[in-house]
């Protein structure tokens, strides 16, 4: 492995000491490899992905009080203290400035493939068996209600619907992770994506079931 790579993991595992359990090192390792599995499919700059990979949630805004520009300057500064070439350090900081959800109607519409393949990545992680233990642990560590039966909820719920909802746990399916299969830019993401969506679906079957004693 080249040594900017592994210098860069020992930076991110350093960093993300203490992070919540759903936006850790082991989610970072996770969303590194099914980069470098869909990387293998395209023609990209696989550095790029790699190093976009490691350094995508080095400070999330969510943990940093909203502020957008904690990460990007993060990952500057680090780059540049490898002497990592500056017009490539901008293409790693384009990364993660747009892999963003929230941000998804903000992006310009012509992505370059290294950002489509580690956002590809990023969503995979957030759906499936994973998907679900990282919503549960994220609500857990809000002190979020698991779930509220008053409130029905809805695929592609609006943001205030979302609120009225308290923000349940349940509610995060409807309000992203259902969402996130049809938002996938690359033919292998979809692939893998397919059997992940599918258990979701079945997850929250057996949730209801089990939920209202059936
Ligand atoms: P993105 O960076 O793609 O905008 P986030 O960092 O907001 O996404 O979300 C990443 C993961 O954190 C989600 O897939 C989910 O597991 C968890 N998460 C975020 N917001 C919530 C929420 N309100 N309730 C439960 N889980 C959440
Ligand atoms: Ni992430």
């Known amino acids: 492995m080249s040594q900017i790579i592994d210098e860069t993991i020992d930076f ?3 960093k993300l000491q203490g992070a919540e359990a ?9 969303v590194w490899k099914l980069s470098k599995k ?7 700059d696989i550095e790029i992905v790699e190093l ?3 350094l995508h949630d080095i400070a999330d805004p969510k943990f940093h009080n909203g502020d957008e520009t904690v990460a990007p300057k993060v990952a500057t500064e680090f780059l540049q203290s490898l002497n990592f070439p500056s017009d490539r ?4 900081v384009f990364i993660i400035n747009n892999i963003s959800f929230k941000n998804r109607n903000e992006a310009p519409e012509d992505l370059p493939i290294e950002l489509k393949i580690v956002q590809d990545a990023d969503r ?3 759906i499936g068996a994973i998907g679900i233990a990282r919503t549960f642990n994220f609500g857990g560590f809000k002190n979020n209600l698991m779930y509220d039966a008053n409130i029905p909820p809805q695929v592609g719920m609006s943001k205030e619907e979302y609120k009225k909802s308290n ?9 992203k992770l259902l969402l996130l299969k049809d938002l996938l830019n690359t033919d292998s993401a979809k692939e893998i994506a397919e059997e992940r969506h599918q258990f979701m679906l079945s997850f929250l079957d057996q949730f209801y079931k089990e939920w209202n004693v059936d």
């Open 38 to 44: 869909i990387a293998a499919k395209e023609s990209c």
């Open 124 to 126: 995979i992680d957030a």
């Open 167 to 175: 923000g349940t746990t349940i509610n995060h399916f409807y309000e």
């Open 89 to 92: 350090i901008e293409k790693v």
């Open 52 to 54: 976009g990979a490691l």
């Open 12 to 14: 991110v595992k350093e």
């Open 22 to 30: 759903g936006h850790d090192w082991y989610h970072i390792e996770r």
